[in-house]
């Protein structure tokens, strides 16, 4: 007949060393702690759980911004360029018109217009913007609703206001030169 080993709480238990009820005590409390620390695990897995979804909400939300933000740019684009094909003037020949001098980023860009579309820009009735690489010319009230929308496509549009006090001022009986236009 084989003998089995005892283990350390029988041992004491046959010794004498120790009773049956501190016995089941032990036991108790040893299920207790590993219950405990079967709870903890479960809730630091839970936490970690909810810290992911709370990442991947806080990730989805970002997607959801950028794609709204995308979405509006689309449709302000869309605006823009109806607005300017709706309302855009023609443009006079090489031949046919004067040239009208402006700026864009720097660089100074050239328009041929009628004379009375030239006078208009100057006045302020008559703007020019820019819309993919090309430079159109619209009134200065759809000009503002462009600016409105987007600033950077408005390259020019003159004040009307100060088109009006040149008028008035004390140089105005005076010519300028043809060969002053720029």
Do not use: H
């Not at 036991?27 to 702690?33: A, E, I, N, Y």
């Not at 001098?101 to 302020?124: C, L």
């Not at 009735?125 to 987007?150: F, M, S, T």
């Amino acid at each position: 007949m084989s003998q089995r080993k005892l283990s350390l709480q029988e041992q004491l238990l046959k010794s004498g060393l120790t009773t049956d009820a501190k016995a089941k005590q032990i036991r108790s409390d040893k299920r207790k702690q590993q219950r405990q620390n079967n709870a903890e695990g479960d809730n630091e897995a839970r936490r970690l759980a909810q810290k992911a979804r709370e990442e991947q909400a806080a990730r989805d939300r970002e997607l959801s911004q950028l794609k709204k933000e995308q979405a509006e740019q689309k449709e302000i684009a869309a605006q823009i360029r109806q607005l300017i094909d709706q309302n855009r003037r023609e443009q006079a020949d090489v031949d046919d018109g004067i040239a009208y001098k402006f700026s864009d980023d720097n660089k100074v860009k050239t328009v041929y217009v009628p004379e009375a579309m030239r006078d208009q820009i100057s006045s302020g009735r008559l703007a020019i913007v820019k819309w993919e690489q090309q430079y159109e010319i619209v009134p200065a009230d759809v000009a503002l609703k462009i600016k409105a929308r987007d600033e950077r496509c408005v390259l020019l549009l003159n004040d009307q206001q100060q088109a009006e006090e040149k008028i008035d001022d004390a140089y105005a009986a005076y010519q300028v030169p043809d060969d002053l236009i720029w």
